[in-house]
């Protein structure tokens, strides 16, 4: 009698066993299927309408920019956009591509660049990232693959946005859908269509087979692709040894060691250019006295066994840096920085001559793993300081830092957009902004002007001052950069890339 | 008995408004929604801007008026971070949860109702002994660190279960032992203190001496009264579990409400936290009430005597 | 049933009525059922231990368990062939610390969260139960309301809330447990008060003109001792899985704390290679849970003759 309901139960259990095929990953069909999900679910896809990681390789996916920066040298090379001339200080003309044609098969020409470009700086559309398009002017139709782009006052950084965020949508289609539209049902020339999107769940993919005229990108390598939302790094990883996914891109270094060493699984780690800092209260915003003197913060730059740290827990070809900047970035000169060495005897002597023999404790926040902060504590404890650490989301770290201000020591980094501009990440912080620590008038003037002038030895000249200033006054003790860590089949070909850009289109099946 | 209703069913209400309020202003404490919606590159201007536009800038007694009103009307507001329609997101992904809380006190009174009554049967028995040391081991066994070690074995070594997503039924084998397992003592113990009871009572003994066979016994008379007060203990139950499958959603990436409230919570995104908070609180109110009334109308011993 | 409603009282049913408790019971009847029961036992011992462990922490954790060293992390365990240290029996964790004495280390948070948790809970739940049961009422029902109230609340997403408010540490962490975990007690306490309230010697000292106060502590409140001790010992077991779990999504005590919970987090990123970082804390976890269960669990048979 009871035994029936066992049976029954066991018999429900072997069943939901056998119909479990997980989904059918590999070469066989010519299909992959990555996981993503340390930045989280995007809130739309619409390039314009997000400031999620996630957007970032989607919009590389699905359109495309005027310009393609080459993601190894940082050079500037043709996209949807041929050639292009500096017709006075603050108008480009660009020639455009022939014969491209969008997902929808609408064909590409000047309308599609005019549309897009005075749609999105239009403030009255309200592009969630208005830095990236506040410095348009407008866009003019010269002839049908002819644009002038005006920009309202001469801006050396265009490049960086014109190659990175501002993809070119269908002007027909868009002015149909907006955003809304957009979001759900993304039309553009890039290499992959989207067949799919169930937000916070997957992304679908099929190859783009008209994507054939020579683009930079290369075609896509498989016909079909999917991208889970799996936010937890453990479960993809269950999920990549149990083979439900091809590549995964979110683990640390000890899982490159031990993923690795599986049969049938490559893994890897690539240096990016995310620069880790530890950034200090100098200018004493949350009222904690050590931190706003100069001596403690550069018994604390002694005191942390950067080298150590990288070398143990990051790995990797990831370096220490002494830049508040990524030194590749344009005006991010590494020889102007001040560096200090690990040298835990000069840390307590300076700590004594600040007034702390004896250390003092503070607490630290950072939204990272926990042992890189705990590192950073185990080395300061040696010196006499006692930090205690607050592990917060991010969102709610930023919060406490911009409302409150009373983190008087946090470790962070910073991705730059992806952009190989120093204006990206120092420009950010330093220059009076809810997030400066420092608030230092003459620091904001350098960057203002080297953000400004449309002259670079003017700009690289006013970024050198700012960083000596800031690794001299230790507002910043610069860490190291990031490093991704992949672990995918060993059949797949696989390409990581320094500007943490993942380009998914471009991976293949080494049998296909 | 109408009174009774009516009064519980107010007291039930006033229950939901008392809730909602406290993580109304346990929330607001948490973070700066203008902030959040702003996303990490929005000026100080921008935030200036939205807090006025969103009316964060009014005392916070008014805005959670003016927030209870509209929950009221079902409209929850929009997500801070995916712009969307909170009650379309919840109705997206409250089935899920649901699936999962139901096969989970379904796997738990299918364990437990046998396992009771046999050690019920048998008080001090080996087989009672056994269900006590399957109730104790289930008491003191980390949700999270059996889901854990079921992905180790049933996922990875074997490859029998899929690990993650919510798309196939085989999808929700490991999460719903997970999470049944963890009700199961509570209700194993109230089958077995309820048969026993149940057995020992005049009624029983006045069937048994009319000469009826064991089984009829057992599953007529004594089970269907005791077993009342356990199915009205597992809708409780039930009501628990949508909260405890916060850790399981999470751990199988089965992207329930439960899933949605711990993403919420990462990104301060208030008005999807609160929401949730309210539908489980909700459950949990109806599931009792109904399981008051239900005890109210057919309490076992009334029909025992 | 008065008041309170029904299903509630349910979840709460094993516990002894007030008639159970107060029959006297001889010292040698009490002896002999304390060791005949195997659970209670078993139980106690093992908590014993633990809590000895816990207090020689210092004597007996061979290394101090913040102590790091980037050069010696995550050497494995002595039953391994490779990559072993001498200095470590059960190897050390991701940045170098001696997994052992962290584990020692861990059974003095666990009991501290567990017995401070149980604290606050417990005096909450005893005075909102002690109250409605003697008073009954307007009181009683306005008791029962709070009760609801708080049931009705998810107790692990409010908790996780609180936390991302007040900042996770550990004793947001105890205060927001305690906060949370006192349903239990009052349910309890407010039956047994009902129940004693109508006892002879209780109506007796009313008669006699005793003050309110001076009968709920001197002739209540010995009477519900021990089933408050045997509901003291299930908020504890449940404070403790809480913080498990909150620490183990990350919502909780804060690294490098030797907490059990945090250290299943932290072990949970080497599950698949070295899965011992797992497994070890969650047995800890386990048998101090099951400890703390066996002996409240054998405390109630002991204190109430079991279903014959």
């Known amino acids: ?512 | 008995m109408p009174a009774y209703t009516l009064k519980r069913t107010f007291v039930a209400f006033l229950i939901l408004i008392v809730v909602s309020g406290l993580t109304f202003s346990l929330s607001h404490l948490s973070a700066d929604p203008a902030l959040t919606i702003g996303g990490e590159q929005a000026s100080e201007e921008d935030i200036q801007a939205i807090r006025k536009l969103y009316g964060f800038d009014r005392p916070i007694y008014v805005q959670y008026f003016d927030w209870l009103g509209r929950a009221l009307a079902g409209d929850f507001g929009e997500s801070y971070h995916y712009k969307q329609r909170v009650f379309d997101m919840i109705s997206e992904r409250i089935g899920r949860t649901m699936l999962l809380g139901t096969l989970a006190i379904l796997f738990a009174l299918a364990v437990s109702i046998p396992l009771g009554t046999l050690a019920a049967m048998r008080p001090n028995s080996i087989i009672d002994r056994i269900a006590l040391f399957i109730a104790v081991l289930g008491q003191a066994l980390p949700t999270f660190w059996f889901a854990l070690m079921m992905i180790i074995v049933f996922g990875v070594w074997w490859r029998w279960l899929p690990i993650s997503g919510h798309t196939q039924w085989a999808n929700y084998v490991m999460p719903t032992i997970a999470l049944g397992y963890y009700a199961t003592p509570a209700l194993m113990r109230l089958t077995r203190a309820g048969m026993i009871e149940v057995l020992a009572s005049d009624y029983i003994r006045t069937a048994r001496a009319k000469g009826l066979s064991p089984a009829s016994v057992l599953f007529k008379h004594a089970l269907r009264n005791a077993i009342i007060p356990v199915v009205a203990l597992a809708a409780v139950w039930f009501g628990f579990m949508l909260g405890g499958s916060i850790v399981i959603e999470t751990i199988f990436n089965l992207k329930g409400i439960g899933w949605l409230s711990y993403d919420a919570l990462l990104r301060s995104d208030l008005p999807v936290v609160q929401a949730i908070v309210l539908v489980f609180a909700s459950f949990y109110v109806v599931l009792t009430l109904l399981a008051d009334l239900l005890n109210a109308y057919l309490d076992p011993r009334i029909s025992v005597r | ?308």
């Open chain 3, 1 to 308: 049933m008065t008041n309170t409603n029904a299903t509630i009282s349910l979840m709460f049913r094993q516990q002894q009525t007030a008639e159970d408790i107060l029959e006297p019971s001889p010292w040698s009847k009490l002896r002999r059922r304390i060791l005949g029961n195997h659970s209670f036992l078993i139980g106690a011992v093992i908590l014993v231990v633990i809590v000895a462990v816990a207090i020689l922490a210092p004597l007996l954790a061979p290394h101090d368990p913040y102590d790091q060293d980037l050069t010696k992390r995550l050497t494995n365990p002595f039953w391994h062939e490779k990559k072993i240290d001498p200095d470590h029996a059960l190897g050390t964790d991701k940045v170098g610390r001696d997994y052992l004495s962290r584990l020692i280390y861990g059974s003095q948070i666990s009991l501290l969260i567990g017995f401070s948790t149980m604290l606050i809970s417990g005096v909450i739940g005893t005075v909102l139960g002690v109250t409605a049961g003697y008073f009954g009422g307007r009181v009683d029902m306005v008791v029962n309301f709070i009760i609801n109230t708080r049931l009705a609340m998810p107790v692990f997403l409010v908790a996780m809330a609180a936390v991302v408010a007040f900042g996770a540490s550990l004793t947001v962490v105890i205060l927001v447990l305690g906060l949370f975990l006192w349903d239990r007690f009052a349910v309890v306490m407010r039956s047994i008060t009902m129940q004693a309230r109508d006892l002879d010697y209780v109506k007796a000292a009313r008669a006699m003109g005793c003050s309110t106060p001076y009968i709920i502590v001197r002739e209540i409140f010995p009477n519900v001792l021990s089933s408050l001790t045997v509901v003291a010992t299930v908020e504890m077991a449940n404070a403790i899985l809480l913080e498990a779990a909150l620490s183990f999504l990350g919502f909780g005590v804060q690294a490098p704390t030797p907490s059990w919970g945090l250290m299943l987090n932290e072990g949970r990123e080497y599950m698949f290679f070295s899965p011992w970082l797992l497994a070890l804390p969650g047995v800890c976890l386990f048998l101090l849970v099951l400890a703390i269960n066996l002996f409240g669990d054998g405390l109630r048979d002991v204190t109430l003759e079991r279903e014959r």
């Open chain 1, 1 to 512: 009698m009871n035994f029936k309901k066992y049976a029954g139960i066991a018999a429900s259990i072997v069943g939901a066993a056998m119909i479990a095929s997980t989904a059918s990953a590999g070469p066989d069909d010519d299909s992959l299927v990555i996981a993503w999900g340390s930045t989280g679910p995007i809130e739309n896809v619409d390039n314009y309408f997000n400031t999620n990681r996630t957007g970032i390789w989607f919009s590389r996916m699905v359109w495309d920019q005027l310009i393609y920066r080459e993601p190894k040298t940082f050079e500037y090379k043709p996209l949807l956009a041929t050639s292009w001339e500096l017709l006075d200080d603050t108008t480009w003309q660009f020639k455009l591509r022939k014969g491209v044609k969008f997902h929808n098969g609408e064909p590409f020409d000047a309308d599609d660049v005019v549309f897009t470009m005075n749609w999105i700086s239009n403030p009255d559309n309200g592009v969630k990232v208005q830095r990236n398009v506040n410095w348009i002017d407008r866009a003019e139709k010269v002839d049908q693959y002819t644009v002038n782009l005006h920009m309202k006052k001469p801006f050396p950084q265009a490049f960086e946005f014109l190659s990175g965020p501002l993809t070119i949508y269908p002007n027909e289609y868009y002015a149909e859908v907006g955003p809304e539209g957009m979001g759900a049902k993304p039309v553009g020339t890039g290499p992959m269509k989207v067949v799919s999107i169930s937000t916070a769940e997957e992304y679908v993919f099929e190859k783009n087979e008209d994507y054939n005229w020579g683009s930079p990108k290369g075609e896509a390598q498989v016909s079909k692709m999917i991208v889970r939302e799996i936010a937890d790094v453990q479960t993809q990883i269950a999920e990549l040894l149990a083979g439900g996914i091809d590549v995964t891109a979110d683990i640390t270094a000890d899982h490159v060691d031990q993923i690795g060493q599986v049969p049938g699984y490559k893994a890897l780690q690539a240096g990016t250019m995310r620069t880790g800092y530890i950034g200090f209260d100098a200018a004493g915003r949350g009222n904690f006295e050590p931190t706003t003197k100069l001596k403690v913060r550069q018994a604390m730059a002694h005191a942390i066994d950067r080298a150590a740290l990288v070398k143990n827990l990051i790995r990797g070809d990831a370096g220490v840096i002494h830049t508040p900047c990524f030194p590749t970035q344009f005006g991010c000169d590494a020889e102007a920085a001040v560096k200090y060495e690990f040298n835990p005897e000069k840390a307590k002597a300076l700590l004594a001559e600040a007034g702390y023999p004896d250390g003092f404790e503070i607490d630290f926040y950072t939204f990272r793993p926990a042992d890189w902060a705990e590192a950073v504590m185990g080395d300061l404890a040696k010196v006499g300081i006692r930090a205690t650490l607050t592990k917060m989301p991010y969102f709610a770290l930023r919060d406490k830092q911009r409302n409150e201000g009373t983190t008087p020591m946090f470790l962070m980094d910073w991705g730059s957009y992806s952009m190989n501009d120093m204006s990206a990440i120092t420009s950010h912080f330093f220059k009076k902004g809810p997030d400066d620590f420092a608030l230092d008038d003459e620091l904001a003037g350098w960057l203002e002007e080297g953000d400004t002038s449309s002259d670079p030895e003017v700009r690289k000249a006013a970024y050198r001052k700012a960083v000596e200033k800031i690794t001299r006054e230790v507002y910043w003790l610069p860490m190291f950069n990031h490093v991704r860590n992949y672990a995918y089949r060993e059949e797949l070909n696989f390409i990581p890339y320094q500007d943490e850009i993942p380009r998914f289109w471009q991976y293949g099946w080494a049998s296909s």
